[in-house]
């Protein structure tokens, strides 16, 4: 596993897992801005979208999820001093606490329509530092219901355990591995 940073100052971080070459933050928007998997993917997935969000249409899907994702990319990769991750994530579970060493955090897309079904998954090293470990397309009330999102939350713990076996639990640990590893 390795980590691959996003922007010039540093606040955002991406996961490359074992095997892969691209980092998981590129792949995710890949996946979201391209008709043909996005067509795939809700064809799979058409129960979910018509009972959770009343969308019968896969048009509207595909064009609703590339429009989302493109505004979400653009906030993410917002690299003005004033740009402030921490109004964009936001804890995984309402019951954990926000000041949670390594905490498992999630991103909302911002759709305006309709609730947005995007979701980036990351580990919250300080205020304003994340490290993406994935995104999902969630049509569902929780990660559990089905397997891509359980997928992402396996990622999460993964990742979140190979700091701490590193002894990283925060930014200033995760920064002094990263310069260890150039």
């Not at 906030?75 to 019951?95: C, G, K, Q, W, Y």
């Not at 559990?144 to 190979?162: A, D, I, Q, S």
């Not at 990283?168 to 310069?179: L, V």
Request: with cysteine; glycine share 4%.
């Amino acid at each position: 596993m390795k980590f691959e940073r996003l922007t010039d100052d540093a606040r955002l971080w991406a996961v490359v897992y074992d095997g892969e070459e691209q980092n998981v933050f590129d792949k995710v928007f890949d996946s979201w801005t391209d008709v043909v998997w996005l067509r795939t993917f809700f064809k799979n997935n058409m129960e979910d979208l018509a009972s959770y969000f009343h969308i019968t249409d896969l048009d509207v899907a595909i064009f609703d999820t590339v429009d989302d994702a493109c505004t979400l990319e653009c906030l993410m990769l917002d690299i003005t001093p004033e740009a402030n991750l921490d109004l964009l994530f936001r804890p995984l579970s309402n019951h954990s606490p926000y000041n949670e060493l390594l905490s498992k955090e999630k991103a909302k897309g911002t759709f305006r329509k309709h609730s947005s079904w995007l979701r980036l998954y990351a580990i919250r090293l300080q205020s304003g530092r994340y490290i993406i470990t994935g995104g999902a397309i969630k049509l569902t009330a929780t990660m559990e219901e089905r397997e891509h999102t359980l997928n992402e939350l396996k990622n999460l713990n993964l990742v979140r355990n190979y700091l701490i076996s590193l002894g990283i639990a925060d930014y200033d640990g995760f920064a002094s591995y990263e310069s260890d590893q150039q």
